[in-house]
Each structure stands twice: as C-alpha cells, then as structure tokens.
C-alpha cells in the first residue's frame, strides 16, 4: 500500500519532533523550509532553533512529549498535522513533571514544515513561586481525556 500525502506528512512531524527531543538541531533543520515559524505561547514567533533553545531555558530543564493521537488532512497546498497528548520533564530547579496536555499543528508542504503552533497547559502547572514543595507535579486528570472513551479510542 502506498503512503498518502497525510502519512508522509505525519511521519515528517513526528520525526521532527523526535529530532527536537533529543536536541538534534541539525536533522531538525532539515525537515523545515525555508520561512518556518515555530509560535509557542507567551513567546513572539521564532525562525531560529537557538532561539527556541534560549527560550525555553527559563521554562524547563528538559522536556518530552507522549503522543496520544496524530491527525492529518490536506488544505489547500499543505498537509496540515495535529499532534495531541502530555508533556513531561523536569522544571528548572529538577522538579519533576508530567500529563501535562499539549496540542501542536503543524502545516507541511512538499515535505517539509512550514509552520509550527504550540497550545500547552505548561504555564498553568508552572507556580508563580520557586517554592517547589507547593508546585503541581502532574495535570489535572480531569483536563486529561478519558482513553476508556470509545470515541476517544477510535481517534487514537
């Protein structure tokens, strides 16, 4: 059975999000076109990886994503995926975290990635203090989905 463009287009994202866990800027790099946006929340839109890198040092000491669901369809020219599920790792004082609920689109086109948009629940887990003893270690379960959902199931 051949790939459709929506196969190879999530194959792309989840790729590169691989790439970018485990800090590998450079095969990052060669998924993305020319004129790619990453546009994460609190942040103005970034071109760079260093800049994301930069960013993200105040945020979290290290991050990684756990997939849940990866939907892909085609609009105009591009491939547009979604990327669904939690986040986890380390605040930068290596207080761990977990299930914390994230959303990505992405939009490819000719196989590579022309833009990134980040939605995430990371600044409400995120105390306002340092004091770590009272900061969240894992998301609300209730903002989790239920995967015993049949519907939820299905999508996964």
Known sequence: MTETRSDEAE???????TALEARDLDAARGMVAP???????GAA?????AALMDWAKGRY????????????????GA?????????????PDGAPFDGIRFID?????????????????????RPATGDTETRPRTG????R???????VRARA
């Open 145 to 151: 989905p239920r995967t015993g959902d049949p519907e």
């Open 11 to 17: 194959a792309t994202v989840r790729a590169f999000l």
């Open 45 to 49: 839109p970034m071109t760079e990886f």
């Open 35 to 41: 004129g790619f946006a990453m546009r994460f929340p």
């Open 79 to 91: 491939q547009v995926v979604y990327v669904r599920g939690t986040l986890a790792g380390e605040w």
């Open 140 to 143: 609300d379960a209730e903002m």
């Open 61 to 76: 000491r290290r991050i990684g994503k756990t997939i849940e669901a990866v939907e892909g369809f085609a609009r105009g």
């Open 105 to 125: 689109r992405f939009e490819v086109v000719d196989g590579r990635i022309i833009d990134q948009q980040v939605w995430n629940d990371l600044a409400e887990m």
